[in-house]
């Protein structure tokens, strides 16, 4: 295998190997220096739209090698760039914009890869989902990432409602021209107060970052249309278990136990179970009794 120093000592570009490089998502001065190295080295670039990464290989003055690799060609291309890898050249895999992968074509390559025990480098690099997070002011501590939120209305509503109780912060990618439906949709399965912070334009001239209970969002935004747009990313708190969510829970737990046991004992497990005192259980408990 030969391999082809740079100046890093610990950084070698090899060949039979996959780079996965991340691109700028907006701004050309977010490239890496090592992004730039492997792109001048690899003998290849798979790229998801050749004319796209052909305009950002000629501002940085590096030629190379252009392979088509998209989501409609992705199965029946892989079988070529595997050859290739199996022959000793290096390729390095990039998207439109940011990290390939998230939301952009590559898994089957570099599941092939994985499965066939080609090494797989991951640069990293820009990601919009990670970028907007890091200065929403939402828990960045736990967060799931799910994409886009389909585009039919129904399906929409049905993914936030799986996403109803997610305690941690959800990100989502959003377009122009479904934003609106997907706060008002947002609005009425999560609630107005529900806050959420919509980033847009990250790393360019008309970046805006802007965060409210998404009711209040949601108005902010139909004020004035040039809200919606640019390339979006929506963040959502994910949700806050209640004092009365908790009670709801241990209430509902005592009364099933109840069936099957006596009181008492039905008022232990509830407690132990949901980490509600005893005696707020037996108060409800003596209440329904009571009631009934
Ligand atoms: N691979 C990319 C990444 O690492 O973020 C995502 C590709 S996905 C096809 C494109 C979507 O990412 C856009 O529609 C938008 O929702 C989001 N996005 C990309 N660049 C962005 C930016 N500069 N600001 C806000 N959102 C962006």
């Keep these: 295998m030969i391999n082809l120093m740079n100046q890093y000592n610990n950084y070698v570009i090899s060949t039979a190997i996959l780079y996965v490089v991340p691109t700028p998502i907006g701004n050309y001065g977010d490239i890496t220096q090592r992004a730039l190295d492997t792109l001048k080295t690899v003998h290849l670039i798979a790229s998801e739209d050749t004319r796209r990464t052909g305009i950002l290989l ?13 989501d409609h060609n992705e199965k029946q291309k892989i079988d070529q760039l595997i ?21 952009d074509p590559g898994y089957n390559l570099v599941r092939r890869c994985c499965v066939l025990g080609i090494r797989v480098i991951p640069l990293p690099g820009a990601c919009a989902a990670i970028t907007a997070l890091s200065a929403s002011g939402i828990a960045s501590d736990r967060f799931c990432y799910e994409g886009f939120l389909p585009s039919k209305t129904k399906s929409r509503k049905n993914k936030l409602l799986s996403l109803l109780e997610e305690s941690r912060t959800i990100i989502f990618y959003e377009s122009t ?18 806050y959420v912070v919509l ?10 970052i802007h965060g409210a209970p998404v009711g209040v969002l949601l108005d902010w935004v139909l004020e004035d249309h040039m809200r919606c747009r640019g390339e979006i990313v929506l963040i959502i708190e994910g ?9 709801v829970e241990a209430f509902r737990t005592f009364t099933l136990l109840k069936k099957e046991l006596p009181v008492s004992k039905a008022v232990v497990l509830a407690s132990k179970i949901s980490g509600v005192q005893k005696n707020i259980i037996y108060k409800h408990a003596l209440k329904n009794i009571g009631d009934k």
């Design 239 to 247: 949700h806050k278990t209640t004092n009365s969510t908790i009670l």
């Design 177 to 194: 021209h479904r934003l609106i439906d997907s706060l008002r949709d947002i609005v009425e399965v999560m609630g107005y107060e529900r």
């Design 199 to 208: 980033a847009r334009e990250m790393t360019k001239i008309w970046e805006n």
């Design 58 to 70: 000629k501002h940085f003055a590096i030629e190379a090698s252009l392979f088509s690799l998209h």
């Design 83 to 103: 050859k290739k890898l199996q022959h000793g050249h290096s390729i390095a895999l990039v998207s439109d914009a940011g990290t390939p992968l998230i939301n």
